[in-house]
């Protein structure tokens, strides 16, 4: 398998304009999380899904963001409209049924809102 | 206001030096633990991981140690390399989801 892959690995986008992110997880996950890094706050978990459904998106920062788990080997993150404050590296991990197991991660999205 | 960012932990090690990476977790009802490397523009990997039933783990040129009474991690690596320097974080599961700390950066002097 090739791991998890995100696209694109970079975007630049202008404020206000929406941008989508996207994740391939591992084949046979059954968790899909999606994370942001940034020099302010570390690595944060926006939402997860379990079996494509979305299970907690408490850590989604407002309406203006959105994710979605189609099927079992696609999700989207999306942002409208993007600001600059959104700029960040956005990580999508997958994990096994089992739970107690590591989350393998993306190479990340690094997004930049000018 | 200024934009304060994160102080990241530093740790610098002489090349061959053992190296020890702390962390402190948040919940004590938290059953698993992993520590994760991540070098620059990658995401984390994933190094060794823990049970809370166990105290050490062992790998190759890692060790975690728990200590659930204080709620405390630790990554040892043996005889750092180069290859080593890169940010480490903690990460507890609580309920699936993975918590992460802040990360400690780890420069190895050659």
């Known amino acids: 398998d090739a791991g998890v892959i995100q696209s694109p690995r970079h975007e630049v986008t202008e404020m206000g304009q929406e941008v989508t992110l996207r994740c391939k997880p591992i084949s046979g996950h059954d968790y899909l999380f999606w994370y942001r890094q940034t020099m302010m706050r570390g690595l944060e978990l926006l939402i997860y899904f379990n079996n494509n459904v979305p299970i907690d998106d408490s850590g989604m920062p407002e309406d203006r963001f959105s994710a979605k788990m189609p099927n079992a080997s696609f999700s989207t993150l999306k942002i409208q409209p993007s600001e600059p404050r959104d700029s960040a590296v956005y990580f999508c991990?997958?994990?096994?049924?089992?739970?107690?197991?590591?989350?393998?991660f993306g190479q990340g999205t690094r997004l930049t809102v000018v | 206001g200024e934009s304060v960012g994160l102080h990241l932990p530093t740790l610098s090690v002489q090349e061959g030096d053992n190296s020890i990476i702390n962390c402190a977790y948040s919940?004590?009802?938290?059953?698993?633990f992993i520590w994760y490397k991540q070098e620059s523009g990658k995401g984390p990997q994933f190094i060794i991981d823990i049970r809370s039933n166990m105290d050490k783990r062992q790998g190759q040129r890692v060790t975690v140690l728990l200590n659930k009474t204080v709620k405390h991690l630790s990554l040892q690596i043996a005889a750092t390399q180069p290859g080593d320097s890169a940010v480490y974080f903690c990460a507890e599961n609580l309920l699936t989801q993975f918590y992460f700390g802040t990360g400690t950066s780890l420069t190895v002097i050659p």
């Open positions: 919940n004590s009802a938290s059953d698993y």
């Open positions: 991990a997958s994990s096994l049924t089992t739970g107690n197991t590591e989350a393998f």
